[in-house]
Structures are given as structure tokens and as C-alpha cells.
């Protein structure tokens, strides 16, 4: 069988005995693999933390015009007696 070098890329469909025949090293690609999924991991909760933020600070903002406009209302009743 020609060197590791001579195969060419993707011809074993098992990635075990691909990685094997190529004398890779298995437990250095997972953790470079598991690396890469923990990144993405990250990413994609640091988005989804931003989003609520944002949500939160819009739904706070609702709040805080809500509430002033019902002290704006009240304020009017109390001085004219109506709505």
C-alpha cells in the first residue's frame, strides 16, 4: 500500500480507518474538534444573551412609558377631575 502521503483526500468513507490509514493523531482532532464545538457553543449563547438583553431593555423602556404615561393621566384627572 502507497505511503499515507500517496492517498488522496476523502477516499475512506470510515473516518476511523481514514484518520488511521492518514496516522492521525485521533485524540489531538477531538480535542481540537470539541475546541471548535465549545466555540461555536459560546458564540451561539453569547447571542442568545444579547438578544434577551436587548428584549429586556426594550420591554423596560414599554414599562417606563407605560407608567409615565399613566402618571401623565393621573396628574390630568387630579388637576380637571376627568379623563
Do not use: L
Given at each position: 500500500m502507497p505511503g499515507a502521503a500517496n492517498i488522496p483526500a476523502g477516499f475512506?468513507?470510515?473516518?476511523?480507518?481514514?484518520?488511521?490509514?492518514?496516522?492521525?493523531?485521533?485524540?489531538?482532532?477531538?480535542?481540537?474538534?470539541?475546541?471548535?464545538?465549545w466555540a461555536q457553543f459560546t458564540a451561539f449563547t453569547a447571542d442568545i444573551e444579547a438578544e434577551e438583553a436587548a428584549r429586556e431593555q426594550?420591554?423596560?423602556?414599554s414599562?417606563?412609558?407605560?407608567?409615565?404615561?399613566?402618571?401623565?393621566?393621573?396628574?390630568c384627572v387630579t388637576r380637571h377631575g376627568t379623563r
Amino acid at each position: 500500500m502507497p505511503g499515507a502521503a500517496n492517498i488522496p483526500a476523502g477516499f475512506f468513507d470510515d473516518t476511523a480507518v481514514d484518520d488511521k490509514v492518514r496516522a492521525v493523531n485521533v485524540k489531538a482532532k477531538r480535542r481540537v474538534e470539541e475546541a471548535d464545538e465549545w466555540a461555536q457553543f459560546t458564540a451561539f449563547t453569547a447571542d442568545i444573551e444579547a438578544e434577551e438583553a436587548a428584549r429586556e431593555q426594550r420591554e423596560q423602556s414599554s414599562y417606563q412609558q407605560r407608567d409615565e404615561r399613566a402618571d401623565v393621566e393621573s396628574e390630568c384627572v387630579t388637576r380637571h377631575g376627568t379623563r
